[in-house]
């Protein structure tokens, strides 16, 4: 069956970066464009960048453009989330998705900016 | 940039049919997604492209879209339904999600 463990959160200051990986299996990974999206403590979803199967076409949320940058791997099966200048209001549990209807989320990563 | 509206909570008597709106510029000319989520849990896919159910969804959620308004519908709701849900629709390459609606059943 389909699954999507992110990794790599935690706590970080301000103006600090951060690298999120998601490893998928249980699918052929290279066939499907993925996607990230977080959700504030207490707070909806919001959409976060979206990368093609092949990653040659990504976009991005206006909140994050010019910080963020989505990359995959297909020969790793992992989905990444390179987060550059964070703030505070990039504090959220970090989730990645499969295709273009999100069917498949896996558990969250939590992220937290703060000095 | 574009915005999806959805009203912040909708209760519901069990057995009883819920419709959650999610309303946006000509949405209609879009396709939607409705998801759930239960506290502490990661979202759920309930319908997507407008009206289609994964496998594994209840035959009780129903998905429309016409206009500017999409609607989700639960017939016979049940209390296992109770979480917020999500309408998500595409705008240009990126996606949009509304506010969220939590479903109350009482």
């Known amino acids: 069956q389909v699954q999507l463990v992110e990794s790599g959160g935690g706590v970080v200051q301000p103006g600090r970066s951060l690298r999120l990986s998601c490893a998928a299996s249980?699918?052929?990974?290279?066939?499907?464009?993925m996607h990230w999206v977080r959700q504030a403590p207490g707070k909806g979803l919001e959409w976060v960048a979206v990368?093609?199967?092949?990653?040659?076409?990504?976009y991005y949320a206006d909140s994050v453009k010019g910080r963020f940058t989505i990359s995959r791997d297909n020969s790793k099966n992992t989905l990444y989330l390179q987060m550059n200048s964070l703030r505070a209001e990039d504090t959220a549990l970090y989730y990645c998705?499969?295709?273009?209807?999100?069917?498949?989320w896996g558990q969250g990563t939590l992220v937290t900016v703060s000095s | 940039s574009y915005e999806l509206t959805q009203p912040p909570s909708v209760s519901v008597s069990p057995g009883q049919t819920a419709s959650i709106t999610c309303s946006g510029d000509k949405l209609g000319d879009k396709y939607a997604c409705w998801y759930q989520q239960k506290p502490g849990q990661s979202p759920v896919l309930v319908i997507y492209q407008d009206n289609k159910r994964p496998s594994g969804i209840p035959e009780r959620f129903s998905g429309s879209n016409s206009g500017n308004t999409a609607t989700l519908t639960i017939s016979g709701t049940q209390a296992m339904d109770e979480a917020d849900y999500y309408c998500?629709?595409?705008?240009?390459?990126?996606?949009?999600f509304g506010g969220g609606t939590k479903l109350t059943v009482l």
């Open positions: 998500q629709a595409w705008d240009t390459s990126t996606r949009v």
């Open positions: 990368i093609s199967y092949h990653g040659g076409n990504k």
């Open positions: 998705a499969k295709d273009s209807n999100l069917e498949h």
């Open positions: 249980g699918f052929t990974f290279s066939s499907y464009d």
